[in-house]
């Protein structure tokens, strides 16, 4: 390989934009959890299962946030379980962008400084 | 695979907790070699795309069903240690605002949906990439077998923390075999989820996806300043 194409950062000019791919997964995501989840199975999920059947399901205690606004993935006060869930899972996915975006952001190198 | 409060005893629950901890804080410190300006951005849709997904319940039959876990995903396209991040931002929301998780099990849930399937999914499509061709191509099904393995070997961690410290009195092999039982099956979907998520970054952007890096190296040479030790 020659020294020119590594310094040149060889980039294909007809690639994917980085904010379109950014948009088309915030998209999707907000897509499956507002709407999609609504079709989402409903049955107990394998651990909840195993646990009914070798009869330990009852050892589970009340969950302390169970009175929450936005508990077992419904909104409070909403009564429309479709709108209810939806708003849910799409609150709670904005939530984990700029929580778990905004930690990511503070961890990350920054050019230039070598300190924190 | 969330569990809840009263699952395992308070001893337990602490040790799983300090684990998490330590878990957690060693990502924070290994994630600064993943994330930059570009991928920082990513790591959070990363994040939302594995909250959003798990709340997918698909059926596994006999009135059981499985989600995404998200561990391997999230690993193959951010890195491990981010991946670790981001499955414990997911737990962590999930818990203290869906009441999904047990507050006194968050360090439980930590350590089996982000710190195993994170492990295991990684070591499992890093063992294949190195054995499969270099191709591009090679990632998706690898990653798919990474996350396929990382849900029984997570259902595993389960089990061995219930005999340690389970509250009822269960049969250790009925637990194990049904444990294991389902979250092979529940694996499946989560490689098919995985691959099809791996795979799309794949056709658009191959070099956002951290585990294609490797790959595409010699092809894309990029120098980066070297970092100074903290």
Known sequence: MSTTEQTEQTTDKKRVPFTWVAVGIAVVALLLAGVVSYYASANPDGLEYVAEKTGFIDSASEHGAADGPLADYGTKGVDDERLSGGLAGVIGTVVVLVLAGGLALVVRRRPGSTEE | MHVPDGFLDAPTSIATGAVAVVAVGVALRGARRELDDKTAPLAGLVAAFVFATQMLNFPVGAGTSGHLMGGALAAVLVGPWTGVLCVSVVLIVQSLLFADGGITALGTNILLMAVTTVVVGWFVTRVLMKVLPKRVGTVAPAAAVGAFVSV?????????????????????????????????????????????????ILAVRPDLVYAARSVIAERDLVIKPKEAAA
């Not at chain 2, 009822?168 to 389902?182: K, Y």
């Open chain 2, 152 to 200: 029984p070997a997570a259902a595993a961690v389960f089990t061995a923390l219930y005999f340690v410290g389970g509250t009822a009195d269960i049969s250790l092999a009925t637990l194990t075999t049904a444990m294991l039982g389902w979250h092979t099956v529940i694996g499946l979907g989560e490689g098919a989820i995985t691959f099809l998520a791996v795979g799309a």
